[in-house]
Protein backbone atom coordinates (compact mmCIF):
# COMPACT_ATOMS: atom_id res chain seq x y z
CA UNK A 1 0.00 0.00 0.00
CA UNK A 2 1.32 3.47 -0.99
CA UNK A 3 2.73 5.98 1.93
CA UNK A 4 1.38 9.35 2.49
CA UNK A 5 4.61 11.97 0.70
CA UNK A 6 4.72 14.80 3.12
CA UNK A 7 4.68 18.21 1.97
CA UNK A 8 8.01 20.05 2.38
CA UNK A 9 7.76 24.04 2.50
CA UNK A 10 10.31 26.62 2.07
CA UNK A 11 10.64 30.34 1.48
CA UNK A 12 11.83 29.81 -2.55
CA UNK A 13 9.50 27.21 -3.52
CA UNK A 14 7.26 28.42 -6.69
CA UNK A 15 3.30 27.92 -6.56
CA UNK A 16 3.86 24.89 -8.82
CA UNK A 17 6.13 22.72 -6.85
CA UNK A 18 3.64 23.58 -3.63
CA UNK A 19 0.59 22.25 -5.95
CA UNK A 20 2.87 19.22 -7.34
CA UNK A 21 3.74 18.28 -3.31
CA UNK A 22 0.38 18.29 -2.42
CA UNK A 23 -0.89 16.10 -5.50
CA UNK A 24 1.91 13.82 -4.19
CA UNK A 25 0.83 13.69 -0.71
CA UNK A 26 -2.56 11.63 -2.36
CA UNK A 27 -4.94 11.90 0.34
CA UNK A 28 -7.64 14.94 2.03
CA UNK A 29 -7.82 18.50 0.24
CA UNK A 30 -4.54 18.85 -0.28
CA UNK A 31 -4.42 15.53 -2.27
CA UNK A 32 -7.64 17.24 -4.20
CA UNK A 33 -6.01 20.08 -4.56
CA UNK A 34 -3.12 19.36 -6.54
CA UNK A 35 -4.30 16.78 -8.91
CA UNK A 36 -6.81 19.97 -9.54
CA UNK A 37 -3.64 21.88 -10.71
CA UNK A 38 -2.24 19.42 -12.90
CA UNK A 39 -5.31 18.47 -14.55
CA UNK A 40 -5.73 22.42 -15.18
CA UNK A 41 -2.33 22.57 -16.55
CA UNK A 42 -2.61 20.19 -18.74
CA UNK A 43 -5.75 22.11 -20.38
CA UNK A 44 -3.92 24.99 -20.93
CA UNK A 45 -0.81 23.33 -22.89
CA UNK A 46 -3.29 21.01 -24.90
CA UNK A 47 -3.83 23.55 -28.31
CA UNK A 48 -6.17 20.78 -29.25
CA UNK A 49 -8.71 21.24 -25.86
CA UNK A 50 -11.58 23.45 -26.22
CA UNK A 51 -11.58 24.97 -22.43
CA UNK A 52 -14.78 26.28 -21.31
CA UNK A 53 -15.17 27.62 -17.54
CA UNK A 54 -18.09 27.94 -15.70
CA UNK A 55 -18.69 30.65 -13.04
CA UNK A 56 -21.35 31.41 -10.36
CA UNK A 57 -21.33 33.20 -7.66
CA UNK A 58 -19.77 36.74 -7.09
CA UNK A 59 -16.02 36.22 -8.20
CA UNK A 60 -16.22 39.24 -10.83
CA UNK A 61 -16.96 42.01 -8.09
CA UNK A 62 -15.44 39.51 -5.68
CA UNK A 63 -11.50 40.49 -6.96
CA UNK A 64 -11.25 37.76 -9.52
CA UNK A 65 -12.51 39.70 -12.52
CA UNK A 66 -8.81 40.54 -13.95
CA UNK A 67 -7.92 36.65 -13.36
CA UNK A 68 -10.92 35.74 -15.68
CA UNK A 69 -10.12 38.48 -18.76
CA UNK A 70 -6.38 37.42 -18.39
CA UNK A 71 -6.96 34.12 -19.14
CA UNK A 72 -9.68 34.79 -21.53
CA UNK A 73 -6.92 37.53 -23.24
CA UNK A 74 -4.23 34.84 -22.66
CA UNK A 75 -6.31 32.25 -24.94
CA UNK A 76 -6.37 29.65 -22.00
CA UNK A 77 -9.95 29.70 -22.14
CA UNK A 78 -12.01 29.45 -25.08
CA UNK A 79 -15.46 30.07 -23.70
CA UNK A 80 -17.35 31.67 -20.65
CA UNK A 81 -20.41 30.10 -19.12
CA UNK A 82 -21.56 32.44 -16.57
CA UNK A 83 -24.71 33.69 -14.22
CA UNK A 84 -26.15 37.40 -14.95
CA UNK A 85 -24.80 39.00 -11.67
CA UNK A 86 -20.91 38.48 -12.99
CA UNK A 87 -22.16 40.32 -16.48
CA UNK A 88 -23.94 42.85 -14.66
CA UNK A 89 -20.45 43.48 -12.28
CA UNK A 90 -18.62 43.27 -14.98
CA UNK A 91 -20.62 46.27 -16.85
CA UNK A 92 -20.41 47.85 -13.77
CA UNK A 93 -17.13 48.00 -13.79
CA UNK A 94 -15.96 48.81 -17.46
CA UNK A 95 -18.57 51.73 -16.77
CA UNK A 96 -16.16 53.48 -14.44
CA UNK A 97 -18.01 52.34 -10.99
CA UNK A 98 -16.28 50.23 -8.72
CA UNK A 99 -17.10 48.09 -5.59
CA UNK A 100 -16.63 49.03 -2.70
CA UNK A 101 -15.19 46.61 0.93
CA UNK A 102 -17.72 46.77 3.41
CA UNK A 103 -18.31 44.59 6.16
CA UNK A 104 -20.97 41.75 6.70
CA UNK A 105 -21.64 43.19 9.74
CA UNK A 106 -23.44 46.03 8.33
CA UNK A 107 -26.79 47.81 9.47
CA UNK A 108 -28.86 46.86 6.28
CA UNK A 109 -31.34 49.25 6.79
CA UNK A 110 -28.63 52.39 7.31
CA UNK A 111 -27.22 50.57 3.88
CA UNK A 112 -30.28 50.92 1.88
CA UNK A 113 -30.95 54.41 2.91
CA UNK A 114 -27.32 55.55 2.22
CA UNK A 115 -28.12 54.04 -1.87
CA UNK A 116 -25.97 51.01 -1.11
CA UNK A 117 -26.62 47.44 -1.74
CA UNK A 118 -24.38 44.18 -0.17
CA UNK A 119 -23.03 41.14 -1.32
CA UNK A 120 -21.79 39.94 1.74
CA UNK A 121 -18.62 42.25 2.55
CA UNK A 122 -18.87 44.57 -0.35
CA UNK A 123 -20.92 46.77 -1.05
CA UNK A 124 -22.23 48.54 -4.44
CA UNK A 125 -24.15 51.62 -5.59
CA UNK A 126 -27.54 52.12 -6.64
CA UNK A 127 -26.35 55.37 -8.36
CA UNK A 128 -23.85 52.67 -10.01
CA UNK A 129 -27.02 50.15 -10.92
CA UNK A 130 -28.78 53.36 -12.55
CA UNK A 131 -26.01 54.30 -14.56
CA UNK A 132 -25.80 50.68 -15.65
CA UNK A 133 -29.75 50.76 -16.47
CA UNK A 134 -28.43 54.08 -19.03
CA UNK A 135 -25.54 52.27 -20.76
CA UNK A 136 -27.58 49.12 -21.29
CA UNK A 137 -29.91 51.47 -23.05
CA UNK A 138 -28.00 53.00 -24.86
CA UNK A 139 -25.66 50.16 -26.06
CA UNK A 140 -29.34 48.28 -27.18
CA UNK A 141 -30.33 51.19 -29.45
CA UNK A 142 -27.49 50.65 -31.35
CA UNK A 143 -28.13 47.24 -32.18
CA UNK A 144 -30.02 46.69 -35.40
CA UNK A 145 -33.78 45.97 -34.52
CA UNK A 146 -33.26 43.12 -36.93
CA UNK A 147 -30.90 41.64 -34.95
CA UNK A 148 -32.87 42.26 -31.29
CA UNK A 149 -35.85 40.39 -32.52
CA UNK A 150 -34.03 37.04 -32.15
CA UNK A 151 -31.03 37.22 -30.28
CA UNK A 152 -28.92 34.80 -28.13
CA UNK A 153 -27.18 35.71 -24.42
CA UNK A 154 -24.08 35.24 -26.46
CA UNK A 155 -25.05 37.53 -29.11
CA UNK A 156 -26.11 40.13 -26.80
CA UNK A 157 -22.86 40.46 -25.08
CA UNK A 158 -20.65 40.27 -28.20
CA UNK A 159 -22.40 43.69 -29.45
CA UNK A 160 -21.77 44.26 -25.68
CA UNK A 161 -18.03 43.49 -25.74
CA UNK A 162 -17.77 45.69 -29.27
CA UNK A 163 -18.99 48.93 -26.88
CA UNK A 164 -17.12 47.98 -23.55
CA UNK A 165 -14.01 49.79 -24.15
CA UNK A 166 -12.49 48.85 -20.59
CA UNK A 167 -9.17 46.32 -21.35
CA UNK A 168 -9.75 44.61 -17.94
CA UNK A 169 -13.63 43.80 -18.79
CA UNK A 170 -14.18 40.19 -19.78
CA UNK A 171 -16.74 40.58 -22.04
CA UNK A 172 -14.89 43.08 -24.00
CA UNK A 173 -11.65 40.68 -23.82
CA UNK A 174 -14.00 37.66 -25.00
CA UNK A 175 -15.63 39.55 -27.78
CA UNK A 176 -11.60 40.76 -29.19
CA UNK A 177 -10.32 37.06 -28.16
CA UNK A 178 -12.94 35.31 -30.61
CA UNK A 179 -14.50 33.84 -27.30
CA UNK A 180 -18.35 33.53 -26.55
CA UNK A 181 -20.12 33.99 -23.49
CA UNK A 182 -23.35 32.52 -22.70
CA UNK A 183 -25.63 33.43 -20.36
CA UNK A 184 -28.47 31.16 -19.67
CA UNK A 185 -29.88 32.66 -16.82
CA UNK A 186 -29.09 36.31 -17.73
CA UNK A 187 -32.54 37.78 -16.55
CA UNK A 188 -31.63 36.50 -12.96
CA UNK A 189 -29.58 39.95 -12.32
CA UNK A 190 -29.96 43.41 -12.52
CA UNK A 191 -28.66 43.86 -16.14
CA UNK A 192 -31.67 41.45 -16.66
CA UNK A 193 -33.78 43.68 -15.59
CA UNK A 194 -32.77 46.78 -17.51
CA UNK A 195 -33.45 44.40 -20.57
CA UNK A 196 -37.09 43.26 -19.81
CA UNK A 197 -37.58 47.40 -18.94
CA UNK A 198 -35.70 47.58 -22.14
CA UNK A 199 -38.17 45.21 -23.75
CA UNK A 200 -41.36 46.81 -22.48
CA UNK A 201 -40.76 49.98 -25.17
CA UNK A 202 -38.63 48.73 -27.60
CA UNK A 203 -38.11 45.09 -29.45
CA UNK A 204 -35.77 42.93 -27.91
CA UNK A 205 -36.60 39.10 -27.99
CA UNK A 206 -34.00 36.73 -26.49
CA UNK A 207 -33.85 33.36 -27.25
CA UNK A 208 -31.94 30.77 -25.16
CA UNK A 209 -32.44 27.88 -27.82
CA UNK A 210 -30.07 30.04 -30.03
CA UNK A 211 -27.19 29.89 -26.80
CA UNK A 212 -27.83 26.43 -26.65
CA UNK A 213 -27.22 24.99 -30.34
CA UNK A 214 -24.09 27.31 -30.54
CA UNK A 215 -22.72 26.05 -27.13
CA UNK A 216 -23.17 22.23 -28.88
CA UNK A 217 -21.99 23.18 -32.32
CA UNK A 218 -18.70 24.24 -30.34
CA UNK A 219 -17.72 21.66 -28.75
CA UNK A 220 -19.51 18.43 -30.25
CA UNK A 221 -16.61 18.03 -33.04
CA UNK A 222 -13.58 18.86 -30.97
CA UNK A 223 -11.47 16.39 -30.03
CA UNK A 224 -10.75 17.17 -26.52
CA UNK A 225 -13.23 19.28 -24.23
CA UNK A 226 -11.76 20.60 -21.02
CA UNK A 227 -14.33 22.58 -18.31
CA UNK A 228 -13.57 24.37 -15.05
CA UNK A 229 -16.47 24.92 -12.84
CA UNK A 230 -16.18 27.78 -10.26
CA UNK A 231 -19.56 27.66 -7.90
CA UNK A 232 -22.24 25.80 -9.32
CA UNK A 233 -26.26 26.71 -10.18
CA UNK A 234 -27.41 26.96 -14.33
CA UNK A 235 -23.57 27.70 -15.61
CA UNK A 236 -22.64 24.70 -14.31
CA UNK A 237 -25.09 22.22 -15.38
CA UNK A 238 -25.42 23.95 -19.09
CA UNK A 239 -21.72 23.71 -20.26
CA UNK A 240 -21.90 20.05 -18.69
CA UNK A 241 -25.32 19.03 -20.56
CA UNK A 242 -24.25 20.34 -24.04
CA UNK A 243 -21.33 18.01 -24.17
CA UNK A 244 -23.63 14.61 -23.66
CA UNK A 245 -24.12 14.72 -27.42
CA UNK A 246 -20.08 14.40 -27.68
CA UNK A 247 -20.22 11.76 -24.57
CA UNK A 248 -18.95 14.25 -22.04
CA UNK A 249 -16.59 16.28 -21.00
CA UNK A 250 -12.79 15.00 -21.18
CA UNK A 251 -11.70 16.76 -18.37
CA UNK A 252 -12.94 18.96 -15.62
CA UNK A 253 -12.22 20.11 -12.40
CA UNK A 254 -14.82 21.84 -9.69
CA UNK A 255 -14.46 24.10 -6.77
CA UNK A 256 -17.42 24.57 -5.16
CA UNK A 257 -18.65 25.17 -1.68
CA UNK A 258 -22.16 23.22 -1.32
CA UNK A 259 -22.47 20.34 0.16
CA UNK A 260 -23.36 17.00 -2.19
CA UNK A 261 -25.57 15.63 0.11
CA UNK A 262 -29.11 17.38 -0.42
CA UNK A 263 -28.79 15.81 -3.96
CA UNK A 264 -28.19 19.23 -5.52
CA UNK A 265 -26.43 19.59 -8.68
CA UNK A 266 -24.38 22.41 -7.33
CA UNK A 267 -22.53 20.52 -4.46
CA UNK A 268 -22.52 17.39 -6.44
CA UNK A 269 -19.31 15.60 -7.28
CA UNK A 270 -17.80 15.22 -10.90
CA UNK A 271 -17.93 11.69 -10.54
CA UNK A 272 -21.57 11.73 -10.31
CA UNK A 273 -22.33 12.94 -13.71
CA UNK A 274 -20.26 10.27 -15.35
CA UNK A 275 -23.87 8.07 -15.00
CA UNK A 276 -25.44 10.98 -16.73
CA UNK A 277 -22.68 10.90 -19.99
CA UNK A 278 -21.69 14.72 -19.14
CA UNK A 279 -18.42 12.97 -18.05
CA UNK A 280 -16.24 10.43 -19.70
CA UNK A 281 -12.93 9.63 -17.65
CA UNK A 282 -13.11 9.68 -13.46
CA UNK A 283 -9.64 9.68 -13.41
CA UNK A 284 -9.49 13.36 -15.04
CA UNK A 285 -11.97 14.61 -12.89
CA UNK A 286 -11.64 16.48 -9.33
CA UNK A 287 -14.05 18.26 -7.02
CA UNK A 288 -12.16 20.29 -4.73
CA UNK A 289 -14.57 21.88 -1.66
CA UNK A 290 -13.43 25.32 -0.94
CA UNK A 291 -14.23 28.81 -1.46
CA UNK A 292 -12.90 29.67 -5.55
CA UNK A 293 -12.12 33.31 -4.53
CA UNK A 294 -9.25 31.98 -2.65
CA UNK A 295 -8.44 28.54 -4.48
CA UNK A 296 -8.91 29.14 -7.55
CA UNK A 297 -5.99 32.47 -8.48
CA UNK A 298 -3.57 29.46 -6.97
CA UNK A 299 -4.56 26.93 -9.36
CA UNK A 300 -4.43 28.90 -12.39
CA UNK A 301 -0.78 30.09 -10.98
CA UNK A 302 0.15 26.77 -10.73
CA UNK A 303 -1.27 25.71 -13.99
CA UNK A 304 0.31 28.44 -16.05
CA UNK A 305 3.83 27.50 -14.14
CA UNK A 306 3.00 24.54 -15.70
CA UNK A 307 2.07 25.36 -18.85
CA UNK A 308 5.70 27.38 -19.57
CA UNK A 309 7.74 24.58 -17.69
Known sequence: MPLVSHIKISDRMSVLNLTQQMEAARVLGAGRFGKAARILGEMFRDNGCMKLISIAGPLIPGGLRSVITDLVDGGYVNGVVTTGANVTHDMLEALGHRHIVGSENADDVRLKRRGLSR?????????????????????????????????????????????????????????????????????????????????RLHQLILNPLRDFSRLVDMTYERKRVGVIILGGGMPKHQVLIANT???????????????????????????EAISWGKVKDPKRVVTVVGDASVLFPILAVSALQQSRA
Request: charged letters at 25%; proline letters at 4%; one cysteine or more.
Open 119 to 199: IYDLYVTQRSIEGLERATYRMLDRIPESKRRNIGSHELLWEFGKQLKDRRSFIRAAQVRGALIFCPGIFDSMVGLHLWTYS
Open 245 to 271: YRGGVDAAIQITLDRPDGGGFSGAPLE
